[in-house]
């Protein structure tokens, strides 16, 4: 099994919801994160005054997968969540030893 961390652009939450639900993924979880690379921040301007803002704002999605649909999902999001500017995100796959469903006991696979 696998856990897929995917940061991606707030804009491009809903295009990558839709592209990951036509692949039948049907859950993740979400995240509402804040970062700092590349882009560098952004300076906000309110009544006439510039604010600088150090970090991001982001969403991570996280999502735990059989090994053999990572692939799939990491395409998927790659092409949905991209705009080609500095800033689209990042994308890194875990290995997973086990997962438990809490209501049942069920581990493995079967869990997710």
């Known amino acids: 099994m696998k856990k897929i961390e995917a940061i991606i652009r707030t804009q491009k939450f809903d295009s990558v919801r839709?592209?990951?639900?036509l692949i039948g993924v049907k859950f993740f979880t979400l995240k509402e994160v804040k970062g700092y690379g590349l882009q560098k921040g952004k300076t906000l301007k309110y009544r006439g005054s510039s604010y600088g803002s150090d970090y991001i704002a982001r969403l991570q999605l996280d999502i735990i997968t059989t090994e053999e649909k990572v692939n799939q999902i990491v395409d998927t999001i790659t092409s949905s969540g991209r705009?080609?500017?500095v800033g689209?995100?990042?994308i890194i796959v875990f290995d997973i030893e086990t997962t438990v469903r809490i209501r049942n006991g069920e581990k493995g696979p079967n869990a997710i």
């Open 83 to 85: 705009t080609g500017d």
């Open 18 to 21: 839709d592209a990951l639900a």
């Open 88 to 90: 689209d995100g990042k």
